[in-house]
């Protein structure tokens, strides 16, 4: 735990989310006050919690709103006031960061501070660039070098020592020198087809990259239209780059994909689209509040020929509150357990019981269906699961004869920040697809955004029912095959990689 009163310096890493690390995202989540700079990306600033102030204080060449003397005092100031302060830089914070110049005041005042160090992208740009910064058959050694002096003055770079290393050249902050440098290391007797490379936003999903060589690189970048950040690598293994690029292989890369999902973890869709390439913003759309039922139910609890579950967290909830009440499991010898999905049903069993029924498809429909083919008359039946619930569920057991209890276990309501926050970035332009795996989740986000420019991004829904919710708020959804996050993750690819290209 982050102590009050102290100073984290946190690198973000060059931009892709993932690469952040997790005593950075840690930190993040702890904070009370957050000082960033520019070039952080939104996802990343998305690990900072909403309660957590936010300050911006980063510098553009030549334009430094905040100085560096002005970021110094507000760290130790807000240490002084006894908060939790988190310094969030791009990269490292240790490579030309300026990052041991902002803990020199701290030092001389006594405050406490720690270092998470951050991926630096002068390696992960390359990297996702396909350019290995080393390779046995052509770079054994690795220079790292700043391509501006210090306050904006010309780069002191050793031409004459580099012409004759033989090893992989890296300049960060160098696209304004990017002449400069290629004419410095020609004039320093480096051959004029050395093959170089620029890549600008490195490991982002709006990335570019031009190879050439140095004699011809700066006429490139100069027609691509390059912008900061860029990061400039001279050596030969810049000619590997198509060899070994691998992120244009993978089916999403560029794509940025907001899954609304309505658990309290992580989604795991996303964890399935990133893998895919995609750039992943996980929006819970749901906050799942546990209501109290009283001791007189739970003493009977075991008493029910069937308990159903619906969720993953109800399924845990269910099982957390027997533990709290200390109901031993050998009572339920006589009763039978039906899960919603998978999903659901692997947390009824990490509990030590094996699901007696589980649906083929995650769908409430499917659940009824089946259910209603194995109740038996007048059976006691318990259904735990959100106050909100679909009624047709309960309706359909009922009607097959069984005696349902519709247990209102939890409540759930919108998150309405992160909700608004994904919504920004669709008017921003900067979302490409939307994912949903519940009707509860479209309600939730919509509600909580209000008017959605629906049709500017692909809408994909895990069935037919959370379709039908996105319908009535006027939206168009394309449907999975199936009721399963694979198959959600499937459909995005498929309609990426095929059916966008046929279009004409």
């Known amino acids: 735990m982050t102590q009050r009163g102290s100073v984290v310096l946190v690198g973000a890493g060059p931009g892709d989310p993932q690469l952040l690390t997790l005593a950075g995202r840690d930190a993040l989540a702890q904070a009370d006050v957050v000082f960033h700079d520019r070039l952080i990306g939104p996802e990343v600033m998305d690990f900072i919690p909403p309660t957590a102030e936010r300050v911006p204080v980063g510098k553009n060449k030549g334009d430094h709103p905040v100085p560096q003397s002005e970021i110094n005092r507000l760290l130790l100031e807000s240490a002084l006031a006894e908060k939790r302060v988190v310094r969030l830089k791009g990269g490292d914070p240790y490579l030309f960061g300026r990052g041991a ?27 996702y660039a396909g350019i290995p910064v080393t390779h046995r058959n052509f770079a054994s050694s690795l220079h790292i070098l700043t391509g501006h002096g210090k306050d904006g003055t010309a780069p002191n770079i050793p031409y004459r020592e580099l012409a004759k290393l033989g090893g992989t050249l890296i300049f960060l902050m160098g696209l304004s020198s990017v002449r400069e440098i290629c004419a410095g290391l020609a004039e320093a007797g480096m051959a004029s087809d050395t093959p170089a490379a620029a890549i600008e936003k490195g490991t982002r999903p709006d990335g570019r990259r031009v ?26 293994v810049c000619s590997l780059a198509d060899d070994f690029d691998w992120t244009s292989r993978l089916p999403l890369w560029g794509k940025r994909v907001v899954c609304v999902y309505s658990e309290t973890s992580m989604s795991r869709l996303g964890t399935l689209l990133r893998q895919y390439g995609a750039t992943v913003t996980d929006c819970p759309a749901i906050v799942r509040t546990p209501r109290i039922q009283p001791p007189t139910f739970w003493s009977g609890v075991a008493d029910y020929g069937w308990v159903v579950v619906t969720s993953p967290f109800g399924a845990e909830l269910f099982f957390q509150r027997v533990r709290e009440h200390r109901i031993d499991m050998r009572r339920f010898s006589g009763s039978r357990f039906a899960a919603v999905g998978t999903r659901t049903g692997a947390v009824v069993e990490a509990n030590g019981v094996v699901p007696d029924f589980t649906p083929a498809s995650s769908s409430a429909s499917d659940l009824a269906s089946g259910l209603a083919g194995l109740v038996r008359k007048g059976e006691r039946v318990l259904l735990f699961r959100a106050r909100d619930g679909d009624p047709a569920l309960a309706q359909c057991l009922s009607e097959a004869g069984a005696d349902v209890d519709d247990v209102a276990a939890y409540d759930t309501d919108p998150a309405t920040g992160a909700a608004l926050a994904a919504v920004e970035r669709f008017r921003d332009g900067l979302v490409d697809a939307v994912t949903f795996t519940s009707a509860s989740g479209v309600t939730a986000f919509a509600d909580a955004a209000g008017d959605i420019p629906w049709q500017e991004t692909a809408s994909f829904c895990i069935g037919p029912v959370t379709a039908a919710a996105l319908r009535a708020r006027g939206g168009t959804p394309i449907v999975a095959a199936e009721a ?18 046929e279009q004409p």
Do not use: K, M
């Open 484 to 501: 399963s996050l694979e198959a959600v993750a499937s459909r995005v690819v498929s309609y990426f990689t095929q059916e966008q290209s």
């Open 211 to 236: 190879v050439a060589t140095i004699a011809d690189l700066p006429d490139v970048v100069a027609g691509a239209r390059f912008s900061s950040p860029t990061v400039l690598v001279v050596g030969e």
């Open 101 to 127: 110049e902002e803990l020199d005041l701290l030092v001389r005042h006594n405050v406490p501070f720690r270092v998470v160090p951050g991926v630096t992208s002068a390696i992960a740009a390359p990297s």
